[in-house]
């Protein structure tokens, strides 16, 4: 079946795409980019929005806590002319990792910092340290701890209800999410940024794709660039930025790309984690930006949406699901 036209640039300017939770990350980095700012500092600054805002509960301060309770941050940049990128992953403590890893691209000889490593370099760079897990987001934590299994000795208030054992078999509170952002300036410069708190109960020290180059967020200034949300182990498992990208580069528009890539990782993915229909069972999202300004992405279940600054201004547009939910 042809795939639709997909949308190009619209007006002049810089343009700047991302996850559906980035609309305002897009609307600041346009500002900067137009305002004169290197488009990786304008990522960045767009993403520290969100990574500040306690409400998001997939990024930075308020993200939900690995099983422990504790917060762990990963978070990568790359920009597209030098090729460089920097990350850290399990970082604790620092709201911003993005600006991290960013400070690990410039200012060291490496791509990635992890745990107390990344958070003695942000210590050096004088971040501030605090909690990140806010009372909202340890009452989820806490809900998920007693009722996730009956099996241990966590005892929810309303234990001997049905409403607990009816979440649990749902697993209704169960989260994932992610911000991505990537940006193309009118002089073709591109650059990107992931962030985001991980799967929500992860075990302690476990790293998803969003600091990995080539999984969770991938630049490469001569054809494009796509940065990803969702299941992270699918991602690291198939390089799946890295492909989209690749695929772009051979003459795929990004959306013909991201199904392509959804493909690929359904077809790897292992039985238990596919539904009755033998259909993969989790959520995964590419967001695609070529380098002529062709936009684009596509879901693995059901429809789920993009952020897109085309040049006048950000919405949401919608992105199809490979299958339907
Ligand atoms: N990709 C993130 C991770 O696996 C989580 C998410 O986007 O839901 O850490």
């Not at 794709?209 to 200034?221: E, Q, T």
């Not at 949300?229 to 799946?240: F, L, P, W």
Request: aromatic share 6%.
């Amino acid at each position: 079946m042809p795939l639709e036209a997909e949308p190009v640039r619209l007006a002049g300017g810089p343009i700047l795409i991302g996850s559906a939770n980035a609309v305002r990350t897009c609307t600041k980095a346009a500002e900067l980019i137009a305002a004169g700012s290197h488009p990786l500092d304008a990522v960045v600054t767009g993403i520290n929005i969100v990574e500040d805002d306690p409400s998001d509960h997939s990024v930075g301060y308020g993200g939900l806590p690995n099983e422990d309770g504790v917060v762990q941050l990963d978070s990568c940049v790359m920009d597209g002319p030098t090729h460089r990128a920097g990350a850290v992953a399990a970082l604790e403590r620092v709201k911003n990792p993005s600006s991290v890893a960013l400070l690990v691209a410039r200012r060291t000889d490496h791509a990635l910092l992890v745990g107390e490593g990344a958070l003695r370099f942000a210590r050096a760079h004088g971040f501030q340290e605090q909690e990140l897990l806010t009372d909202e987001a340890r009452k989820i934590w806490l809900d998920w701890k007693e009722t996730h299994s009956d099996k241990d000795d966590w005892l929810h208030p309303e234990a001997d209800k049905e409403s607990s054992r009816w979440r649990r078999e749902e697993g209704k509170n169960w989260t994932t999410g992610t911000i991505t952002c990537m940006a193309l300036t009118e002089g073709g410069h591109m650059a990107g940024c992931t962030s985001t708190s991980g799967l929500s109960y992860k075990l302690s020290g476990r790293v998803g794709d969003s600091p990995i180059i080539g999984a969770g967020l991938y630049v490469d200034n001569e054809f494009g660039a796509c940065g990803s949300t969702g299941r992270g182990e699918a991602n690291i498992q198939n390089c799946s930025s890295f492909l989209v990208v690749e695929l772009m580069s051979r003459g795929m528009s990004p959306k013909e790309a991201c199904l392509e890539v959804l493909k690929r990782v359904a077809k790897h993915t292992e039985k238990r984690l596919r539904n009755k229909k033998g259909e993969p069972d989790y959520g995964l999202t590419f967001y695609a930006l070529r380098k002529d300004g062709q936009f684009g992405g596509a879901a693995m279940r059901g429809e789920t949406k993009m952020a897109v600054y085309d040049g006048k201004e950000c919405t949401t547009v919608g992105l199809e699901g490979l299958y339907k939910d």
